[in-house]
């Protein structure tokens, strides 16, 4: 049976989220209210940075530059210059117009300065050559400053609000030159317009909130029983098979017609949840490109991964350019230098799960996860599982869960250890910890099923 490895696409944002006027004040960051100027809105945001914030590392002969509450430039070969990321929520039936910049002021940083670069990811086996060489040879013998400009926007629509992301680089480097010029003070516009409400008239299918279960026609009768528990339990559930789906709707191929037919029903009937009941053959997920640290002159950066986020961020396309490569940042990610435009949204709408099971497994899961439901201890919810392994000789799994422990696991969890360097982790101590009642099991370790870790 083939195994689904579902991976999640992250866009890197979300640094800082200006929610309200007081929480963005508090961070030297303001959000003004909207205001009207003839027919459009306007939202303006904005953050001082002072000289004295600015940290300088050396290490070797690189300087590391850092900022409050900033990130930094990740792309290999570039600069590693801090990102500052500013998130303006707006109402989902919006539409941004376009974003500038005003009140801009910087001042030069005293010193001459040699920015180290993004670290360059390296895959455990053999890596190859290639053209990392080429990147940084073009920008660090530059006369123009990096980057060129003081801020890239992008913009996304969740399930209740359309975000407007602006990534300010409020520190720019000229290379040839060694000189550093900080931005300690910027105004950024947002004009935006509403719209009709994006998801129409709503009607929900039964209860609330809604789910759907997308499976094969050979798994309909278990979907069914399982649909009729959920709803039984005030989640109404519908299901629908792929054979319906593919000759009711559209797309290059059959992923496209499933996506397709999942952004229909949220703009339709304001769906909240989707289960895939079944294996990749079954419900074919998403193969996306995703850059695996490989370069060389003969094959690009990057490997499919299958993924069944594409099923939950529903607007747009993750292959704008039409090649076939569906989230290749490198060729699809490309910013209009005029206007806000959106390229892949990884927003999600939907809470996309998905049970890979087989023909000969798919009436025991259901029929384990309804006993389960039914016999479950009312506090189990709040008992988690803490999974370790001694992942490349140095305990890094079973550091991870001890960090876990201490920093985000609430008071009122209790929580079970089972780690490999202390003799506790076995295949048969997890199951009967899941068996006992547990609401989470949180894993750190290898994940090859063939090759099993304990």
Known sequence: MKKLVSILLVCVMLASVLVSGAAAQSAKEVVMPA????????????????????????????????????????????????IKSIVVKLPRNTEVIGVSSTETTSIAVPGKYRIAPALQPRPISEPREGKLSEILRKIYESKVPYPEKLFDVYTSKGRDYNYVIIYAYPLQWTPAKGKLTLTTKATFDVEYETGSSATGEVQPLSGSPVEIIITAPAYQTEAETLAEWRTSNGIGTTVYNTAWIYS?????????????????????????????????????????????????????????????YYYECLDGTWDPNG????????????WDEE???????????????????????????VNKIIQYEQNRDPTWFEKMVLVGTDTFGNAEGEILKDYIEENILQTNFTYTKLY???????PNAISENINSGSGALNFAGHGN??????
């Open 339 to 365: 206007e806000v435009t959106k390229y892949i949204d990884f927003i999600p709408e939907v809470s996309a799960g998905r049970l890979s099971v087989n023909a000969e497994t798919v009436s025991q899961v």
């Open 35 to 82: 205001n009207v100027d003839g027919q459009n809105l306007h939202k303006q945001v904005s953050f001082e940075i002072g000289l004295k914030q600015l940290k300088i590392n050396k290490i070797d002969d690189s300087d590391w530059p850092s900022l409050p509450r900033c990130s930094r430039i990740s792309a290999s070969g570039h600069p590693a210059l801090p």
């Open 420 to 426: 490999e360097t202390q003799g506790t982790l076995s």
């Open 248 to 308: 009711n709707y559209g797309g290059v191929d059959e992923p496209q017609r499933i996506r397709n037919f999942i952004r229909d029903m949220f703009d339709t009937h304001d769906i909240k949840y989707v289960l895939l009941l079944g294996d990749a053959e079954d419900v074919p997920p998403c193969y996306a490109w995703i850059p695996d640290g490989y370069y060389d002159d003969s094959s690009p950066d990057g490997t499919l991964v299958p993924t069944d």
């Open 449 to 454: 099923y063939t090759t099993p870790h304990v």
């Open 323 to 334: 090649d076939g490569k569906y989230a290749d940042l490198d060729n699809d990610w490309t």
